[in-house]
């Protein structure tokens, strides 16, 4: 390595996953802006190895040693991973390749939730060292503050919507729809306010009901339940098809 930096053009890297606690190799891919703790907790349903027990080596794609990657804070595109490098992890818990195969072989263990607290080297304290996930409050503020805004926002573009309004439905990806509201409120089967929109065109999932419930009539495959932010209320008049004229 000669210091030097190199622009990745690609922000994910496809890797080999080999383990001492499997003799098989699995090709994933991986976001470069995660960092090797992060890394180690999404490798832990690949190999079965608690990430407070995994050590990292990273070899090239002929298989060569490179270096070791044991920075827990550091990135994972900050170490020279390519597309298919081999990472290997490394268990220092002790579990062998099919060594706990046959179940009936396992001893059972049970602990108190307050006694797990109390270890130090569990994947808890590992996360909460780290302040990784639900440990980590500042993110966890940021995206409560985040939710409640968006919450507030759907509840005050419900409050400017009333039924037998004539509507639009715009969402990122699809179509347009025009069609005319038919209920405002919450529902059963989702969190928050919704607006049930009977479209122009059989354009909808449902006949106005959702499991067993009803919340307005329209035909089938007429009816949706959009957020309120998806729905704009307006002079959408229906559209002409021409049939007056067969």
């Given at each position: 390595?000669?210091?030097?930096?190199?622009?990745?053009?690609?922000?994910?890297?496809?890797?080999?996953?080999?383990?001492?606690?499997?003799?098989?190799?699995?090709?994933?891919?991986?976001?470069?802006?995660?960092?090797?703790?992060?890394?180690?907790?999404?490798?832990?349903?690949?190999?079965?190895?608690?990430?407070?027990?995994?050590?990292?080596?990273?070899?090239?794609?002929?298989?060569?040693?490179?270096?070791?990657?044991?920075?827990?804070?550091?990135?994972?595109?900050?170490?020279?991973?390519?597309?298919?490098?081999?990472?290997?992890?490394?268990d220092r818990s002790g579990t062998q390749s099919s060594e706990f195969t046959d179940l009936s072989k396992v001893d059972k263990f049970e602990i108190?939730?307050?006694?797990?607290?109390?270890?130090?080297?569990?994947?808890?304290?590992?996360?909460?060292?780290?302040?990784?996930?639900?440990?980590?409050?500042?993110?966890?503020?940021?995206?409560?503050?985040?939710?409640?805004?968006?919450?507030?926002?759907?509840?005050?573009?419900?409050?400017?919507?009333?039924?037998?309004?004539?509507?639009?439905?715009?969402?990122?990806?699809?179509?347009?729809?025009?069609?005319?509201?038919?209920?405002?409120?919450?529902?059963?089967?989702?969190?928050?306010?919704?607006?049930?929109?009977?479209?122009?065109?059989?354009?909808?999932?449902?006949?106005?009901?959702?499991?067993?419930?009803?919340?307005?009539?329209?035909?089938?495959?007429?009816?949706?339940?959009?957020?309120?932010?998806?729905?704009?209320?307006?002079?959408?008049?229906?559209?002409?098809?021409?049939?007056?004229?067969?």
């Open positions: 390595m000669d210091g030097s930096v190199t622009v990745l053009s690609s922000p994910t890297v496809s890797v080999r996953l080999t383990s001492t606690a499997s003799s098989f190799e699995t090709n994933r891919r991986f976001n470069r802006g995660i960092t090797i703790a992060e890394f180690k907790c999404k490798l832990e349903m690949i190999v079965g190895t608690t990430a407070a027990y995994i050590d990292l080596e990273l070899f090239s794609t002929s298989d060569k040693f490179l270096q070791k990657l044991d920075n827990n804070e550091a990135l994972l595109g900050s170490y020279p991973v390519d597309d298919e490098c081999r990472i290997h992890v490394t108190s939730d307050e006694a797990y607290e109390k270890r130090g080297d569990s994947i808890r304290t590992f996360k909460k060292n780290l302040k990784l996930g639900r440990f980590n409050e500042e993110n966890r503020a940021k995206q409560e503050e985040a939710l409640a805004k968006k919450e507030e926002e759907e509840k005050m573009a419900a409050g400017s919507i009333a039924v037998g309004n004539r509507c639009k439905v715009e969402v990122v990806g699809q179509p347009s729809k025009i069609g005319t509201v038919m209920f405002v409120g919450t529902v059963d089967f989702k969190p928050g306010y919704r607006v049930g929109v009977k479209y122009d065109e059989p354009l909808g999932k449902n006949d106005g009901s959702v499991n067993g419930k009803r919340y307005f009539e329209c035909e089938p495959k007429y009816g949706a339940f959009m957020k309120p932010l998806s729905v704009i209320v307006g002079d959408f008049p229906e559209e002409d098809y021409g049939l007056d004229e067969m």
